[in-house]
């Protein structure tokens, strides 16, 4: 027949690890306040509100309409040039400001024209330095889209290991709380009781600086979605489609040509190629001088009275051949080209790099026991029942728990990793070939 005490610890236990068992199936915890909202939202919503709301790319949206502005401005054609002299004391009549017949006016009306194709040239620059805007903004929704998906899927696993914490933390607040009356009797000695309690604050404050670490990436999420600062956002995850995810099925050739068709701050190092290019040809067009076409009436100071003329008027080019910016522009093509090879590089390393890290992260996630948590959990029942029969001691039994608790943490971060090596290779070739 059992003891008193070795009964009340059964029962004690039971209640107490209860939580525990049930921690995988359950849906993850997170402190909401009175006056916070929950949002659940899937990583698809979630873009979905950050391609809609984001005011970063709300702000490049709008650059790009300006910088579409300057082309209509490129296009337009100079005004004309309207002058009138008019007399102002008549001394033969005595009149100020005689418009009649006998007072003196002149009026002037004056055209310039562009040679060498000037606005035209314009109109390509304009025009290239827009596609330079548009392709900021898909490279800072590259950025961005990034940042969204790797805090998604970090406060998924960041919520699940502060669910393990906060049940570890309240399974040791009771174990403490019942076991205090036992010490208090005599029937506990003062080092298990002193050691449950360091425990306790052991696990407050690992409680406390895991929920630092989800508030920063609910802030984010919040930042890049757009949403109010009292919602409480928590992901839905299909953790069998992780599960399934296989980085390794893409080959590096196919990820690099995938990359040079969607980076687009590569494609911006191409365009930039095209814009100097374009600027050297409008300097050089600049050198040639412009076109003043005009016409004129005269009504009493030249030969004839109601003097009706046209004058054509161009500068020359003696000293000021535009040599300088024509040199300028012949640097910034070959400095434009130099970047573009530099950028090709960057982008084959870039895509190199995250293919491997996702190639190792996936080998090491393969080689792990997925059976591990239901044997972890058996093994527990296992300790715990040798525990009621006293067979081990408390703290052998809170080593263990201590164990468990940080070997399903480490199981918990080697998924984070892995998912985030292959978010790497999404933010590598510019757009999600790995999709969940």
């Known amino acids: 027949m059992l003891k008193p005490k070795l009964i009340f610890l059964h029962f004690l ?10 921690h995988i199936t359950s849906k993850p915890t997170f402190p909401i306040t009175a006056k916070s909202d929950s949002l659940r ?3 698809s919503e979630a ?3 950050f391609q809609e709301r984001s005011l970063p790319l709300l702000a490049q949206k709008t650059a790009i309409e300006a910088s579409r502005a300057a082309i209509i401005q490129a296009k337009l054609f100079e005004n004309p040039v309207l002058s009138l002299d008019q007399g102002v004391y008549n001394p033969t009549n005595g009149r100020y400001f005689d418009v009649t017949k006998q007072g003196q006016t002149y009026v002037q009306l004056d055209q310039l024209f562009y040679l060498a194709g000037k606005r035209n040239k314009r109109v390509q620059v304009e025009q290239l330095n827009t596609q330079l805007t548009e392709q900021a ?21 960041k919520l699940q290991g502060y669910k393990v914490l906060q049940e570890r933390t309240q399974a040791v607040q009771r174990l403490v709380t019942a076991l205090d009356g036992q010490y208090r009797k005599g029937n506990i000695p003062l080092k298990e009781i002193t050691r449950l309690k360091a425990l306790l604050f052991q696990l407050g404050n690992q409680q406390l600086s895991l929920l630092n670490e989800i508030q920063k990436e609910q802030a984010e999420l919040r930042l890049l979605t757009s949403t109010p600062a009292t919602t409480t956002l928590v992901p839905v995850v299909n953790e069998a489609a992780l599960n399934n995810l296989n980085g390794t099925e893409l080959s590096f050739a196919q990820l690099l040509e995938t990359a040079q068709e969607n980076r687009y701050d590569l494609k911006a ?22 076109l003043t076409v005009g016409a004129n009436y005269d009504r009493q100071s030249n030969f004839i009275r109601d003097y009706v003329g046209l004058n054509v008027s161009v500068p020359l080019p003696l000293w000021n051949r535009n040599q300088g910016n024509i040199k300028m522009a012949r640097h910034e093509v070959d400095r434009s080209q130099q970047l573009l090879s530099q950028q090709q590089l960057v982008v084959e390393n870039e895509v190199m790099q995250a293919y491997q890290k996702a190639q190792e992260a996936q080998k090491f996630y393969a080689s792990f026991d997925p059976n591990f948590r239901q044997d972890f959990d058996r093994l527990l029942e296992g300790v715990t029942s040798s525990f009621v029969r006293r067979n081990i001691s408390l703290i052998e039994f809170l080593d263990y728990y201590e164990t468990y608790t940080d070997s399903i943490t480490q199981l918990l971060e080697l998924s984070t990793n892995r998912l985030r090596t292959l978010e790497e290779i999404n933010f590598a070739v510019g757009k999600p070939v790995i999709s969940y």
């Open 13 to 22: 236990l039971a209640f107490t690890l209860q939580p525990v068992y049930a």
């Open 269 to 290: 190092a191409e365009t930039d190629v095209h814009l100097q290019q374009a600027n050297l040809k409008l300097q050089k067009a600049l050198a040639v001088p412009d």
């Open 47 to 49: 873009e979905l509100l």
């Open 137 to 157: 903004y898909f490279d800072l929704l590259r950025t961005l889209r990034f940042a969204l998906r790797t805090s998604f899927i970090e406060l998924h696993y």
């Open 41 to 43: 939202l899937t990583l």
